[in-house]
């Protein structure tokens, strides 16, 4: 503890998890710790998830700051911005900044987050090649954006998408490359990826599946990107969106238990029990985590037990994602994968480009994907989260919230036959009553 008995809490890492677990912390336990935080940006904690319409023009940095300079202030929280923790020392409890500042700890947590992907190939280096994780990349490609450069993004998942987008509104032309048969192959399965697809083009930005680059192509800086079968696109900048890769470096040097992510029990404690590991940087049950409500999860996990609370523990359970490109809706719960224990209810409008998907295991409804029509995907999602038996429901699932059955079991008004979906994976192809 500090001079005034407060515990002294480090916190490397500035991002949405650990702010999000210190609003939650200092309503639960306010005044028990003297809070010090080391930050690699030089600036305050602010909301990543909408650099998207920051890129677009649609927002400026300071709609989407979290905690401002007064925050800080307010409660007494000392931040080091602009300072990069180089090591920790776990005999002595301390961690040492670039800049010099050695800061002692009684309870340390490592938000250290994630480094995009950047694929080694020829010319990965070149000055022009960018990626899209934090407000440093959105500056440098609004300064290489203007109407009628050429822009190409490696990578068609959720990131490399609002990339496209966001410079596609700046009056670039845009290219996407993607490695797999289709978009956001980790989210969608092949039907959603390909109307996807269709979406993304529709809206000026072109798309190519199957793409594997070869070479940046260019001297002194970026022309173009190279595919394996010889194909040339030109680009005047080259943005990476190939994924994700948590940053272990500093915990791997401290001697903490490493895997893919920094490994921590259900506690969120690592290998040294002073130490907890929190957001993209964290590896548990074996899993590691990109999307922003598993993340906060653990983060309101990890105050309650900064707050004593020695019954909290995080465990990991079905995320969501939805799409934030204007003008298409796309969402996605749960776990989708075919397999024999398997059954399906599909539903594909293609006059009005709906396609919906749920994926049932026995009485339990486990995965969704929605496209076009994504209003009951928070429904949906609820339900895999619960476990709910769907029994009484089934016939009716695919259609939503309005149409599921209620305790007294009020007569459907059914939609019109031409919308009634399939169903695959049961004894016989049937259409509804």
């Known amino acids: 503890m500090d001079a005034t008995g407060l515990t002294r809490l480090v916190i490397v890492g500035n991002g949405m998890a650990p702010g999000r677990a210190l609003d939650h912390l200092l309503a639960l336990a306010p005044g028990r710790h003297a809070i010090t935080i080391f930050n690699a940006e030089p600036r305050v904690n602010y909301d990543r998830i909408q650099l998207s319409p920051l890129l677009a023009g649609e927002k400026r940095f ?28 776990r005999a002595a409890r301390t961690v040492t900044g670039a800049n010099g500042t050695v800061a002692p700890y009684d309870t340390l947590i490592l938000a250290t ?30 300064a290489a954006a203007r109407p009628g450069a050429r822009a190409v993004v490696i990578g068609g998942g959720l990131l490399g998408l609002e990339a496209a987008a966001g410079l596609a509104a700046r009056g670039m032309a845009v290219t996407v490359l993607h490695l797999m048969p289709h978009l956001m192959e980790r989210q969608l399965d092949p039907a959603a990826g390909t109307l996807l697809k269709a979406a993304v083009e529709a809206r000026g930005i072109q798309v ?19 595919l394996s079968d010889g194909s040339q696109y030109p680009a005047d900048i080259v943005v990476m969106a190939a994924g994700i890769r948590p940053n272990v470096a500093l915990a791997r040097a401290a001697g903490l238990v490493v895997s893919r992510g920094i490994v921590a029990g259900p506690d969120l404690r690592t290998s040294d029990p002073d130490i907890c590991a929190l957001g993209e940087c964290a590896e548990c049950a074996g ?9 906060y999860d653990m983060a309101q996990v990890l105050a309650r037990r900064l707050a004593g609370d020695a019954r909290a523990v995080f465990s990991p359970t079905a995320t969501a994602t939805r799409l934030k490109v204007s003008g298409v809706d796309l969402y996605s719960a749960g776990d989708f994968a075919e397999g024999n224990d398997r059954q399906e209810i599909v539903l594909h409008d293609r006059a009005r480009s709906v396609y919906k998907r749920l994926v049932l295991k026995g009485d339990r409804l486990i995965g969704a994907v929605l496209f076009g029509d994504t209003a009951d995907g928070p429904w949906f999602f609820d339900r895999i989260r619960s476990g709910a038996a769907i029994a ?17 079991g009020p007569e459907l008004d059914l939609p019109a036959p031409g919308l009634l979906p399939t169903l695959t994976g049961f004894p016989s192809t049937r259409a509804l009553p």
Do not use: K, N
């Open 287 to 295: 899993q590691i985590f990109g999307l922003v409500a598993p993340l």
């Open 62 to 89: 300071a709609d989407i700051v979290i905690h401002d300079e007064d925050w800080y202030a307010r409660h007494a929280i000392t931040l080091h911005r602009g300072e990069r923790v180089v090591a920790i020392d």
């Open 113 to 142: 987050g994630s480094s995009p992907v950047i694929i080694p190939v020829p010319g990965h280096a070149l000055p022009g090649v960018l990626t899209y994780r934090d407000l440093d990349d959105v500056e440098a490609m609004l």
């Open 208 to 226: 190519r599946c199957g793409a594997d680059t070869a070479a940046i192509t260019g001297e002194t800086r970026v022309t173009g990107v190279r």
């Open 392 to 408: 009484d429901g089934r016939d009716t699932l695919i259609f939503g919230r309005d149409f599921a059955p209620s305790p007294a």
